[in-house]
């Protein structure tokens, strides 16, 4: 320990004070932000697909490590984890700068079991060439504690500061701190911050956890969504859900379909093809227009 620490805040914290702490140490954790209630019912939904999952077999995803994916179609709570105002309270001050839309990267849960060793301190940014520091951020990951997290049990190990070191210097497990937290909280650092699921000396505990990782809306996205959901799920869903699996066209032009249509409103049903296309966000306008129907 290097007497550095995580900051843990309140739902209702300024948007002042959480972009200033983030800023200064990548990450923070927002104390009881969802209810028991909701958590025991995704763990109800969950609980026969983790049941039979097996752990798994690398350094990296643990070896008493279950790993579920999937989940739209596994709970209908999925979603409350995901658009939640507390959660995209954070991705508004962590990515917002940077793209017109920040999408979904990413979602699993995290379950470590009994006897597991630590994760390797890795930056969850990897993903992308990066040089660090970087000015820009190019993901934010969220951790839901669906059970507490404790120093027995694997709570995540992140250095604070971290996302301000440059590539050369090496992170060390005495810089690490564990994100303890209630169930309830979650847990998000920016994506050039060191972290690993940390060791579970327990006898017994499993130490559940959501991940939901965000991005850039211009970035290639961890998970393939499109092949993930059904389009009778993403029309089932909040429209804010399925723009942000990517069924969303990021300004001024990214993400198209047909005659330069909105992949929203594609999946929901639109097939007229434009006559060719003209200015998919005109001066003023908050939606792109689409082309106009061939007679
Ligand atoms: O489960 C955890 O606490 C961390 C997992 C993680 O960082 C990862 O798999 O990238
Ligand atoms: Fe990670």
Same mark, same amino acid.
């Given at each position: ?11 209702? /914290? ?12 990548? +990450? ?46 596994? @709970? ?10 507390? /959660? ?17 990267? @990413? ?31 190019? +993901? @934010? ?38 994100? /303890? ?46 092949? @993930?959901?059904?389009?009778?799920? /993403? ?61």
């Amino acid at each position: 320990m290097t007497g550095a620490k995580i900051e843990t805040v309140d739902p209702d /914290v300024s948007r002042e004070e959480m972009d200033a702490i983030l800023k200064r140490d990548g +990450c923070i954790i927002v104390r009881d932000a969802i209810d028991h209630t909701t958590i025991d019912a995704l763990l109800a939904d969950l609980d026969p697909f983790l049941g039979r999952k097996a752990c798994g077999n690398g350094n990296f995803v643990g070896f008493s490590t279950k790993r579920l994916h999937s989940l739209f179609g596994k @709970s209908s709570r999925v979603q409350d984890f995901i658009i939640h105002d507390d /959660v995209l309270k954070v991705m508004d001050l962590t990515l917002a700068p940077w793209c017109d839309s920040y999408q979904l990267n @990413s979602n699993s849960i995290t379950a470590i079991g009994p006897d597991e060793t630590p994760q390797p301190l890795h930056r969850d940014d990897l993903l992308y060439p990066l040089a660090h520091p970087s000015e820009r951020n190019a +993901c @934010s990951s969220v951790f839901w504690a669906l059970t507490d997290f404790t120093e027995e049990n694997g709570a995540t190990r992140i250095i604070p500061g971290s996302h301000l070191w440059d590539d050369d210097r090496v992170p060390q497990d005495e810089e690490t701190v564990g994100a /303890v937290m209630s169930k309830g909280s979650f847990c998000v650092f920016v994506g050039g911050t060191y972290h690993g699921g940390g060791r579970n000396t327990t006898a017994d505990e499993w130490r559940i956890a959501m991940f939901t990782g965000f991005a850039l809306g211009w970035l290639r996205q961890e998970q393939n969504w499109y092949l @993930s959901v059904t389009p009778e799920e /993403v029309r089932a869903m909040p429209e804010r859900m399925a723009r942000l699996l990517g069924f969303n066209l990021h300004k001024p032009f990214l993400g198209w379909v047909q005659d330069f249509q909105d992949p929203y409103d594609v999946i929901n049903g639109y097939e007229e093809l434009s006559s060719g296309g003209s200015d998919l966000y005109a001066e003023g306008q908050e939606r792109p227009i689409p082309g106009s129907k061939v007679a």
